[in-house]
């Protein structure tokens, strides 16, 4: 019996009796746990046949979040979730402020928040109603599917990445005001003007926005041939105001929607785009809708999970991973230790080869969804696993089945006082998106063009393999990695989670539910733990640095395991909302960023 416990990698065997006899009792399991190392620390060791080593660890005292009784929003900048916030106290409801905070880091947060981009947002109504709407970028009529390859039939990054045709239609505006026509509670003027103010006011630059705007400045200035707003030399604590910005809000407020797709707005938009070579014109505009789609919702033991659907990959992947390591008893085998990085591994390497195969937009594409994320599926990928050894990735390819995105997106989750729960991840691709920044306007473009496999096989900007079914076509909608996802426990709302990181959201958000629910940490302790990622290619397992065991990545490495700690790299910035047994709001908002949670 002891030496099946043995395989735990990160408790004592005391600790073991005492997580044993009450799992889910927290508050009882860390305060024996502090109680008994408080008066001295015992380091000790025993070799098992997993080749797992138990040592004590220091005691660590779980921290909370932002703890509040009624309502919650959890945005990447103080202001927007402010903002948000204010609306619900006004008596808004969450997909009031779901559009009030989506303007807001618009504003604040031009690195991912956009009128010049899209997103998607997954709901969960009080009543237990869920669904999901899809306000992604599609492709212009003029697009091709050979449009960035050269004569020799290779892809030409710079053009996917960089500039006017780089630019896919936004979805923004239409999406808000979707949102607002179907569930709005307040009137849309109420729910702008906030923006259109901060804009008008200035926001603070933080010393994290400084250091993007100064590695991009030159970019800035070499795309749209002359300085612009954010090509100038910031300090933090600078105020930017972007009057622009405000003066188009104001008329997006007066006109509504049709002022984005059919007035001046848009007028003034595609014109500048056209003049820098692109190709999106106002029937473009015109004929852009957001749709309403449904969520894909599966189980994980006792939890139900609402994620988004195609022509996100985010809910699909995540249902795979999932339900590939079910069988597995995690929690024994302890966070981050390294039967779980295992386990999770190969279960994401099987995941990523899917995706890159299967998935597109379901408009254009037929997924096998139903498959993809069944039970029987998942046991039949996870055959070939082995303990002793990784699995290559050149071994594995897309299943079998009968008859691949942005660091630099955003994500925001609010909660209301009415029992309504919305998880929104929104997005320009890139850092800036293309760079193309429109100066009367006030906001810069997208580049979401690169979300589509330029030529099947090819990765994109963030490493992602695509084929047939993310081939470029006019009105397409591109692949997403985008997870904004809710979380059931026993049938009742949990948790409302969600992050950027393009090709790492997926498993950003993975881990993050993981980490609440199998390792019993706090919301704040669980997005603040340290991730890694794998994406079947290439074939590396990447982990924070200075953040992992050194001889859990040696044995890795012996195993056959790629790894790189070497590159200094951010692995999401997750912003979540738990519900607590009492009912109380644990927000958690990433320490990585600027991110805050505010309520009430």
């Known amino acids: 019996m002891i030496v099946n416990l043995l395989d ?4 004592t065997i005391k600790e073991i009796i005492l997580l044993k006899k009450s799992t889910t009792n927290y508050t009882y399991y860390m305060t024996m746990r502090f109680l008994y190392f408080l008066p001295f620390f015992l380091i000790f060791s025993c070799k098992t046949n997993s080749e797992s080593t138990i040592t004590t660890k220091k005691v660590i005292v779980p921290v909370k979040g932002v703890l509040e009784k009624n309502a919650m929003v959890v945005s990447a900048r103080k202001e927007a979730s402010r903002i948000g916030k204010d609306i619900l106290q006004k008596g808004g409801t969450a997909f009031d402020a779901m559009i009030a905070t989506e303007m807001a880091l618009a504003v604040a947060y031009p690195y991912a928040g956009n009128l010049g981009g899209g997103g998607f947002m997954v709901y969960r109504k009080a009543t237990g109603e869920t669904g999901a709407i899809d306000y992604r970028e599609k492709a212009p009529l003029a697009a091709s599917k050979d449009m960035y390859l050269d004569e020799q039939g290779n892809p030409i990054p710079e053009k996917s990445q960089v500039g006017s045709l780089a630019v896919g239609v936004p979805g923004t505006i239409a999406g808000i005001f979707e949102v607002h026509k179907k569930f709005g509670t307040l009137p849309m003027e109420e729910l702008l003007a906030p923006a259109a103010a901060l804009a008008d006011t200035g926001y603070t630059i933080t010393q994290k926005q400084k250091k993007r705007l100064d590695t991009h400045r030159d970019l800035f200035i070499k795309t749209n041939s002359d300085t612009i707003l954010y090509a100038k030399l910031y300090k933090a604590h600078d105020t930017v105001k972007n009057k622009e910005l405000a003066t188009t809000l104001r008329r997006i407020i007066k006109n509504g929607r049709d002022e984005f797709y059919k007035g001046e707005t848009g007028k003034k938009m595609v014109s500048y785009i056209q003049s820098k070579g692109g190709i999106i014109t106002m029937e473009d505009l015109a004929k852009y809708e957001a749709k309403w789609r449904n969520p894909v919702e599966f189980t994980y033991k006792d939890l139900n999970v609402i994620s988004m659907s195609p022509p996100s990959s985010g809910g699909v992947c995540l249902a795979q991973i999932m339900k590939m390591i079910e069988p597995f008893n995690v929690q024994t085998y302890g966070h981050n230790s390294l039967t779980s990085i295992q386990i999770i591994t190969e279960a994401e390497r099987r995941a990523y080869a899917d995706r890159s195969f299967y998935l597109g937009d379901p408009d254009f594409v037929k997924i096998p969804m139903d498959t993809l994320i069944s039970k029987t599926y998942a046991s039949e990928r996870m055959k070939g696993f082995n303990l ?41 691709n890139g850092a800036y998106g293309s760079k193309l920044y429109v100066p009367e306007l006030g906001f810069f473009l997208n580049n979401e063009m690169d979300d589509f496999s330029a030529k099947p096989g090819t990765p994109n900007m963030f490493g992602l393999i695509g084929a047939e079914a993310n081939a470029i076509a006019p009105q397409k909608r591109m692949l997403s990695s985008m997870t904004p996802t809710i979380v059931e426990k026993n049938n009742k709302l949990w948790m409302s989670v969600g992050t950027p990181g393009g090709s790492t959201i997926i ?13 019993n940490m706090t919301m704040q302790d669980a997005v603040n733990a340290a991730r890694f990622h794998h994406q079947w290619l290439p074939d590396v397992i990447v982990f924070e640095p200075n953040s992992f065991d050194q001889q859990i990545l040696d044995r890795l490495e012996n195993k056959g395991y790629k790894i790189n700690v070497e590159k200094s790299v951010i692995i999401g910035k997750v912003d979540g909302i738990l519900v607590l047994p009492d009912g109380t709001l644990e927000g958690g908002a990433d320490k990585r960023g600027d991110d805050t949670a505010i309520g009430f």
């Open 8 to 11: 735990i990698g990160n408790f």
């Open 388 to 428: 002793e050894k990784a699995t290559l990735s050149s071994d594995i390819s897309h299943g079998n089945i009968p008859g691949y995105e942005s660091e630099e997106t955003t994500h925001y989750s609010i909660i209301d006082q009415f029992g309504n729960a919305i998880s929104v991840t929104t997005t320009l």
């Open 507 to 519: 498993t950003s958000v993975l881990q993050t539910i993981l980490n609440v629910y199998e390792y």
